[in-house]
């Protein structure tokens, strides 16, 4: 049974559990059906919105290096830590929308902390924002086992907001650990988010 964490909260993801060495993040969502009438109802109703599922790597709790981004656009971190599945380009469907990779042990020394988070893709001009959508989540899961470790639903009401913080892993002394953020914010691409920790 995995740990359901609130906002704010945080828990250990390596103490005590020396073998946990590669951790796979999952996040998902799902758009929220729009009322439209009848010719909707027949058509479609759901809304194209594309989250993209990014991973900020922070040295000193700063942005320092571009290579240190990981995203649909560049799916993998440079010293092979981190992985992206991929971008997926509606969020229709069961289970996790996008994932990534995480082997704690391949982390360079120099990165104290990993950010976790979700913006929507061309949001300004397809007029789009958090408040379209439902379901959201990340969960971090042990791969091999396939225990789901702790789960935080983003369930909040991101009316207005088009990104999403939804959690960080970072480093306390030499123990990883996750903490909940869910904090939405209104910028509108992948540099804006990145500008946040430079």
């Known amino acids: ?10 828990i250990d993801l390596t103490k005590g559990q020396p073998g946990v060495a590669k951790l796979q993040v999952g996040l998902g969502w799902d758009p929220i059906g729009q009322s439209g009438g009848f010719l909707s109802s027949l058509f479609g109703s759901k809304p ?25 656009g560049n799916k993998l971190s440079a010293c092979g830590s981190i992985i992206h599945s991929g971008d997926n380009l509606t969020g229709e469907g069961s289970g996790d929308d996008e994932t990534i990779f995480v082997e704690l042990h391949k982390v360079p020394s120099r990165i104290n902390r990993l950010v976790f988070v979700v913006n929507i893709y061309d949001c300004v001009n ?33 009316g207005g907001k088009t990104t999403l913080v939804a959690g960080e892993m970072y480093l306390d002394g030499s123990e990883w650990k996750f903490s909940a953020v869910g904090e939405g914010t209104q910028d509108k691409n992948l540099s804006e988010i990145v500008s946040r920790y430079q």
Do not use: H, W
Not at 1 to 10: A, F, R, S, T
Not at 132 to 148: D, G, L
């Open 126 to 158: 397809r007029r789009q924002d958090f408040g379209m959508i439902q379901n959201a989540y990340i969960r971090i899961q042990n791969p091999q086992t396939r225990e789901e470790l702790a789960r935080y639903n983003l369930s909040e009401n991101y």
């Open 1 to 10: 049974m995995p740990i359901i964490l609130e906002k704010g909260q945080k």
């Open 48 to 72: 194209n919105i594309d989250c993209d599922a990014s991973v900020i790597m922070l040295e000193n709790d700063r942005f320092l290096n571009k290579n240190d981004l990981v995203y649909f």
